[in-house]
């Protein structure tokens, strides 16, 4: 199948379903070659069906796409080498590493235990690493390759889904330092933080946080909060940004942030500084505590979280 990726072959991470899989469809119609991993496990984790990567694998088959299924859970460096060995064994290369599989766990830091946080940041962040980690020698040799991690926009801090946003806001900072790492070989890095809606993460428990957050006065970080009603990219959108991304089109990005939220899309600025404050003699308590020091420091910034609990 000719397209915009003809030759190239991508790994794809929870692409058995939802948005990864219409990941792997659009870049498999654009000519790309799929791994289509997917352990078929449960949004919170655990358990599997290996049914779900070869269904997804027979649809895009139907669909003329080159394609196979590995069933590993993209949890860890010793399976994420599996992941791509599947690249190599199969089309004897790999050129672009999505990193899309997840799982959430809700739940607040009173109510987290210690196995929501283990499992959560395996599948969201050092599965993600272990992929990047075995591709990159390939990439490194050839002078070239993609690599497009998911994040969240609940990475900025989301109440109740406390391990999923510390997992997801780690992405970011991993993204930056690969993109920092590989690209003098050619190589990009960049990371989509969609808020969607068709996503097994989109759970009913999800929106009614959001609600609880904007009864307590929170601001929202676009024009309103997301709800159920509609105000969330489907999976079509978000892949097509996601792909767009692995394309010579966006060849310019690296290291960056890209958010869609239900039809607007846009970039996330890099980080810096707000304002700075020199002390020859170097920072004390003292200094700090006085009130012109502390007002210059703080400036604007108020506890926008602070509110009454019911």
């Known amino acids: 199948m000719a397209g915009r990726f003809s ?7 929870g692409a058995g379903r939802g948005i990864g899989f219409e990941i792997a469809r659009l870049m498999g119609r654009e000519g790309a070659k799929i791994v289509v991993n997917d352990l078929g496990g449960a949004s919170s984790g655990g358990g599997g069906d290996s049914s779900i990567a070869q269904q997804a694998v027979d649809q895009l088959k139907a669909d003329g796409v080159e394609a196979v299924a590995e069933t590993s859970s993209a949890d860890s460096f010793e399976n994420g080498a599996r992941i791509v060995q599947a690249a190599l064994d199969a089309f004897g290369r790999v050129d672009i590493v999505m990193n899309n599989a ?4 809700p739940g607040g830091i009173d109510e987290m235990t210690e196995e929501d946080l283990d499992l959560t940041l395996a599948v969201n962040l050092k599965g993600y690493a ?3 980690h075995a591709a990159a020698p390939h990439f490194m040799a050839q002078r070239s390759g993609v690599i497009v991690n998911m994040s969240s926009p609940s990475g900025f801090g989301h109440r109740q889904n406390t391990a999923y ?27 989509v933080r969609p808020m969607a809606g068709g996503s097994r993460m989109a759970t009913p428990r999800m929106y009614e ?3 609880e957050s904007a009864k307590l006065g929170i601001p929202p970080l676009w024009n309103r909060w997301p ?5 969330a990219a489907g999976p079509e959108q978000v892949a097509a940004v996601a792909v767009w991304l692995c394309s010579d089109a966006a ?10 939220v239900g039809q607007e899309l846009g970039i996330l600025p890099e980080p810096e500084l707000q304002r700075t404050s020199f002390a020859p003699e170097g920072w004390t308590l003292e200094r700090l505590l006085r009130p012109e020091v502390g007002a210059y420091v703080l400036g604007a910034a108020q506890n926008r979280f602070a509110g009454p609990v019911s």
């Open 227 to 231: 709800s159920a009603d509609g105000f």
């Open 102 to 105: 997840g799982i959430a766990r």
């Open 130 to 132: 272990g992929t990047i």
């Open 251 to 260: 060849a310019a990005a690296n290291g960056r942030e890209f958010f869609i």
């Open 209 to 211: 946080t959001l609600a």
């Open 7 to 13: 030759g190239r072959v991508a790994v794809v991470t």
């Open 165 to 191: 946003s510390a997992a997801k806001e780690a992405v970011v900072g991993l993204s930056r330092s690969v993109a920092r790492d590989l690209g003098p070989y050619g190589v990009r890095c960049n990371v």
